[in-house]
């Protein structure tokens, strides 16, 4: 039997996908060519912003669509669907499952169904202990039954998707923090930390693999605490398991970062691990105390700033990426101001940018004072431009240095190159052999085009 996935979102859900592909692997499944001819469609989905859940329904539209045109119905349109019509004229109707998980599935979780009447399964955040069930119910060619939502959030025992050299690790789940416009505690529900052993565990299955980068996942993940641990001490814990093992993994990497939960003694992990990369998720959000107090983000801007001035002394060669929004209620010019001038000091790499998207059931959804759309495009148009201008300084800084290369792929655009990244998550565009994707290799930058970095094999 066939799946196909459609991964919206975080990096979590990805995770999250990749962990349900392997039941699916474990017993026999295949990739389908795509969704139109597939036995099992998973739509792993996001609620951040309204937008993304826009998008799931506008998706869930054409699968209303595919699925009755799977099933025969009379009428059913099949002018796009050449695929699916295909099928059934050879076979006759086939069935076709469709499992809604992920943030949207767990905020509409009992009125998906009833307004999506093609989606057979809504899994929840607490109910992907049930994929090994469904999995067989579509198997044996049984009806959608009722899953269990009981509130306990599980981690899958290995998160890796097939053929990759890089892998997200979960560690933890949750988030207790409450920032005013975000919806993710709601659907997330509060912390939760992996055991120590069962991390370990799964980085002995990577290892097995060849994996040789992971990425520690969760929705605060410098706030885990299991087993007496904290964030620090996992990493440390981390680095020593993997070097005792002789484990191929040799670069970690984790997100998303809170700033008040960063503390000196992971600064020091950071500095003194060669493991650990170099390359650092920061979210800030904004760069005004007001709006900043506003969000719920426990942090000042001087606060925020002092924290970085303390990361760039100790660690060598860090990199910086931010996430930031405009547009949050009350938000004036000289707010903007602040960001822009934040962003100057910061110089960030990168930047993931977007303006203020209210989410019902957040307090920050009903503040009174709303910025007109119009006025949020604009004012984000304009921190996406400053940003656009700091990376590529920050980038050509860069150009003369020789760096340790991941190379995971051939270039699309000359295949006697190889695309690869560096510590800090910069690519890098290099003449070498197809033999060296998947390893690590030394690379001289020569120049810059774009974003990404011409080099020199070394």
């Known amino acids: 039997m066939t799946y196909f996935f459609e991964t919206y979102?975080?990096?979590?859900?990805?995770?999250?996908?990749?962990?349900?592909?392997?039941?699916?692997?474990?017993?026999?499944?295949?990739?389908?060519?795509?969704?139109?001819?597939?036995?099992?469609?998973?739509?792993?989905?996001?609620?951040?912003?309204?937008?993304?859940?826009?998008?799931?329904?506008?998706?869930?539209?054409?699968?209303?669509g595919l699925k009755a045109l799977r099933n025969a119905v009379p009428g059913a349109k099949d002018k796009t669907l050449?695929?699916?019509?295909?099928?059934?004229?050879?076979?006759?109707?086939?069935?076709?499952?469709?499992?809604?998980?992920?943030?949207?599935?767990?905020?509409?979780?009992?009125?998906?169904?009833?307004?999506?009447?093609?989606?057979?399964?809504?899994?929840?955040?607490?109910?992907?202990?049930s994929f090994g069930?469904?999995?067989?119910?579509?198997?044996?060619?049984?009806?959608?039954?009722?899953?269990?939502?009981?509130?306990?959030?599980?981690?899958?025992?290995l998160s890796v998707e097939q053929g990759a050299f890089s892998s997200f690790v979960p560690i933890m789940n949750g988030c207790n923090n409450f920032c005013t416009y975000c919806i993710v505690p709601y659907v997330r529900g509060r912390e939760v930390s992996r055991p120590l052993k069962d991390i370990l565990s799964e980085l002995d299955m990577l290892s097995s693999r060849g994996i040789k980068e992971i990425t520690l996942l969760g929705q605060?993940?410098?706030?885990?605490?299991?087993?007496s641990l904290t964030f620090p001490d996992l990493l440390r814990a981390i680095c020593s398991h993997l070097r005792e093992n002789s484990s191929p993994i040799e670069w970690i990497r984790f997100e998303s970062s809170h700033p008040k939960d960063l503390s000196d003694e992971l600064i020091e992990v950071i500095a003194e691990e060669p493991l650990v990369c170099k390359g650092i998720h920061l979210p800030?959000?904004?760069?005004?105390?007001?709006?900043?107090?506003?969000?719920?983000?426990?942090?000042?801007?001087?606060?925020?700033?002092?924290?970085?001035?303390?990361?760039?002394?100790?660690?060598?060669?860090?990199?910086?990426?931010?996430?930031?929004?405009?547009?949050?209620?009350?938000?004036?010019?000289?707010?903007?101001?602040?960001?822009?001038?934040?962003?100057?000091?910061?110089?960030?790499?990168?930047?993931?940018?977007?303006?203020?998207?209210?989410?019902?059931?957040?307090?920050?959804?009903?503040?009174?004072?709303?910025?007109?759309?119009?006025?949020?495009?604009?004012?984000?148009?304009k921190i996406i431009d400053r940003q656009l201008a700091i990376t590529g300084e920050v980038l050509k800084k860069r150009v003369g240095k020789t760096v340790r290369v991941l190379c995971d792929t051939v270039s699309r655009d000359d295949t006697s190159e190889l695309l690869g990244k560096t510590e800090q998550n910069e690519r890098v565009a290099f003449k070498a052999p197809q033999k060296l994707i998947g390893s690590f290799c030394t690379v001289h930058l020569d120049s810059l085009s774009g974003n990404t970095f011409r080099g020199s094999l070394v």
């Open 284 to 381: 800030v959000q904004h760069g005004s105390t007001q709006i900043l107090r506003r969000m719920n983000r426990c942090y000042t801007r001087e606060d925020y700033l002092a924290l970085v001035k303390k990361m760039k002394e100790r660690i060598p060669d860090l990199s910086l990426v931010a996430d930031i929004m405009v547009g949050f209620p009350g938000e004036t010019e000289k707010d903007v101001d602040d960001v822009l001038s934040l962003m100057e000091e910061v110089q960030y790499q990168s930047a993931f940018m977007y303006y203020f998207n209210p989410r019902e059931g957040t307090p920050a959804a009903s503040f009174a004072d709303q910025i007109p759309l119009e006025v949020k495009k604009a004012r984000l148009q």
């Open 82 to 129: 050449t695929q699916a019509a295909a099928l059934v004229a050879e076979k006759g109707p086939v069935p076709l499952t469709v499992v809604v998980m992920g943030c949207m599935a767990q905020r509409l979780l009992h009125s998906l169904k009833e307004e999506f009447p093609v989606v057979d399964y809504v899994v929840g955040t607490y109910a992907k202990n």
């Open 220 to 227: 605060n993940v410098n706030s885990y605490s299991s087993d």
């Open 133 to 157: 069930s469904i999995i067989s119910a579509v198997e044996r060619g049984e009806n959608p039954f009722e899953l269990d939502e009981s509130p306990a959030y599980s981690f899958a025992p």
């Open 9 to 64: 979102g975080c990096e979590m859900n990805k995770a999250e996908s990749a962990a349900a592909e392997q039941l699916l692997i474990a017993r026999g499944w295949t990739l389908a060519e795509s969704e139109q001819v597939a036995d099992l469609v998973v739509i792993n989905t996001c609620s951040v912003r309204a937008t993304a859940e826009s998008r799931i329904v506008g998706r869930l539209g054409y699968y209303t």
